[in-house]
T-cell receptor, first 111, second 113 residues
């Protein structure tokens, strides 16, 4: 079946360093891949998405890379800040109006 | 503008009971999706509604149902509650279900005892 998984459940980085969160997916037919951020006590918040025909997309301090050959997605956060501490989910969206979420990676930012 | 509102925020129910959760989407959004979030299973898709029609359903038993009203507000119902139904239930709205950016509410924390 469809699944989106994460390589690491926890990531700890020093404030100011760059963070890289990885994700593997299995459904090659997905149209979009998405990253969400969930802070404690809140619902997930959209960060950035990438269409399946792209391999890189940049946002504000974030970059998403898509490698369709190995079905791998990554989120890079530049100059990580304490406010970036959260759980990050990768997700995929194809036809059918549903979004499939991965298990999540918890990012700790050390001051 | 106001965000997605879910009520109630917390619920405690007994096994065998039923529960109804409510979601008010962002004004103008017509698509509402529901998710179940647990530590072990992560975020799992329950169903998606658009213009009062369920367009997609996840792999949950028939005890889980939902509906959407003409004002786009949505409810989900879980009947014959089981201990394993304890979870955070999240609602997300978007203008149209095919867009990737969905806006989530804070969720309803359901505890079944």
């Amino acid at each position: 079946g469809e699944s989106v998984g994460l390589h690491l459940p926890t990531l700890s980085v020093q404030e100011g360093d760059n963070s890289i969160i990885n994700c593997a997916y299995s459904n090659s037919a997905s149209d979009y891949f998405i990253w969400y951020k969930q802070e404690s006590g809140k619902g997930p918040q959209f960060i950035i998405d990438i269409r399946s025909n792209m391999d890189k997309r940049q946002g504000q301090r974030v970059t998403v890379l898509l490698n369709k050959t190995v079905k791998h997605l990554s989120l890079q956060i530049a100059a990580t800040q304490p406010g970036d501490s959260a759980v990050y989910f990768c997700a995929e969206k194809g036809g059918g109006f549903k979004t499939i979420f991965g298990a999540g990676t918890r990012l700790f930012v050390k001051a | 503008k106001a965000g997605v509102t879910q009520t109630p925020r917390y619920l405690i129910k007994t096994r065998g009971q039923q529960v109804t959760l409510s979601c008010s989407p962002i004004s103008g959004h017509r698509s509402v999706s529901w998710y179940q979030q647990t530590p072990g299973q992560g975020l799992q898709f329950l169903f998606e509604y658009f213009s009062e029609t369920q367009r997609n359903k996840g792999n949950f038993p028939g005890r889980f149902s939902g509906r959407q009203f003409s004002n786009s507000r949505s409810e989900m119902n879980v009947s014959t509650l089981e201990l394993g139904d304890s979870a955070l239930y999240l609602c997300a709205s978007s203008f149209e279900g095919q867009v990737t950016e969905a806006f989530f509410g804070q969720g309803t924390r359901l505890t079944v005892v």
